[in-house]
Nanobody, 115 residues
């Protein structure tokens, strides 16, 4: 069974930064490289929403709410993707999930933005 391992969440003050990582630990390179990768988040009482997406050509898309603050990237040889989050706001609080095309969801990582 393939597995996603997410990490990097935590508690941060408004205006702070966090870097989330997601590694497809048992996926082979030739499968990861062409796969679409996205980060989603789910706030308490709300539906899961996509915040950033990166395709096989490293073309990126972002939710309007995070444009200019979040950056998604990937390294295919390391089978890893990242989400750099800057100027965090309280409304960014939630569980962040990585999704790699073809794999089950990971366990998520909690991000809390609070003073």
């Amino acid at each position: 069974q393939e597995q996603l391992v997410e990490s990097g969440g935590g508690l941060v003050q408004p205006g702070g930064s966090l870097r989330l990582s997601c590694r497809a630990s048992r996926m082979i390179f030739s499968t990861f490289a062409p796969a679409n990768v996205a980060w989603y988040r789910q706030a308490p009482g709300k539906q899961r929403e996509m915040v950033a997406n990166i395709d096989r050509d490293s073309t990126t898309n972002y939710a309007d709410s995070v444009k200019g603050r979040f950056t998604i990237s990937r390294n295919n040889s390391r089978k890893t993707a990242w989400l750099q989050m800057n100027n965090l706001k309280p409304e960014d609080t939630g569980i962040y999930y990585c999704h790699v095309e073809g794999l089950d969801w990971g366990q998520g990582t909690q991000v809390t933005v609070s003073s």
